[in-house]
């Protein structure tokens, strides 16, 4: 089955510890993305990598790194995280083609408190 | 990127059609129209895009004006289960960046 996973589903921490949100797609896509979604503020785009070892910031990068080491993988890691980076993350992958990014699949979502 | 404007929001009854509108008054040649939704408590999900031509599949439709300036998302006959926030985005196939920005989009309510 296609699919985007997340793990961990759900994590409370606190502040300053480094953790790591793993994201993983088994359909070869070349376009990966982090995004954040919190009430009233949508969801806003805080990375996004076009093939292995190419990434790039989005709208709000600060306070999170990613790498692309393989293609089925696209970490986001909170070096020192702090209480404004609570929120519900999402991961997603596509293929691209004509129209640039086609059609993304999003991950289930990872739910992060951090006291 | 240009930018998107949408109703906040939207009621419908089931088994009726919803036409969901969308006005993008300063789109480029090469921006290309994409609709995505989101179910409550889940990821958002693609539903359909296109660029000049009128697109069909099997969750909805989408109308585009002759001028570009504005589109419609159709659901030809809403279920509860399409209750959700839909957004409107729209990329230029022209961006490397590939920046995606969603809006607040358009919540829809579907009553029994």
């Known amino acids: 089955e296609a699919q985007v996973t997340q793990n961990p589903r759900y994590l409370i921490t606190v502040t300053g510890k480094k953790l790591t949100v793993t994201c993983s797609q088994n359909?070869?896509?070349?376009?990966m993305s982090w995004y954040r979604q919190d009430p009233g503020l949508g969801l806003r785009q805080i990375y996004y990598?076009?093939?292995?070892?190419?990434?790039d910031k989005g709208d709000v990068p600060e306070g999170y790194k990613v790498s692309r080491k393989e293609k089925r993988n696209f970490p986001l890691i909170l070096e020192s995280p702090s209480p404004n980076q609570t929120s519900l993350y999402f991961c997603?992958?596509?293929?691209?083609?004509?129209?640039?990014?086609?059609?993304?699949?999003f991950g289930p979502g990872t739910r992060l408190t951090v006291l | 990127d240009a930018k998107t404007t949408q109703p906040n929001s939207m009621e419908s009854n089931e088994e009726e059609p919803v036409h969901l509108p969308c006005n993008h008054s300063?789109?480029?040649?090469?921006?290309?129209i994409h609709w995505y939704r989101q179910l409550p408590s889940q990821g958002p999900e693609y539903v359909i895009h296109?660029?000049?031509s009128n697109v069909n599949n099997r969750m909805a439709s989408l109308a585009i004006a002759e001028d570009r300036k504005s589109s419609t998302l159709i659901l030809h006959r809403a279920t509860l289960r399409d209750a959700a926030v839909y957004y409107c985005?729209?990329?230029?196939?022209?961006?490397?960046?590939?920046?995606?920005?969603f809006g607040p989009g358009t919540r829809l309510s579907v009553l029994p």
């Open positions: 997603a992958s596509s293929s691209m083609g004509l129209a640039g990014i086609n059609e993304q699949f």
């Open positions: 359909m070869n896509h070349e376009y």
């Open positions: 990598s076009m093939n292995v070892e190419v990434t």
């Open positions: 300063t789109i480029s040649g090469t921006d290309y």
């Open positions: 296109g660029l000049t």
């Open positions: 985005i729209l990329r230029d196939v022209r961006d490397y960046g590939q920046n995606f920005v």
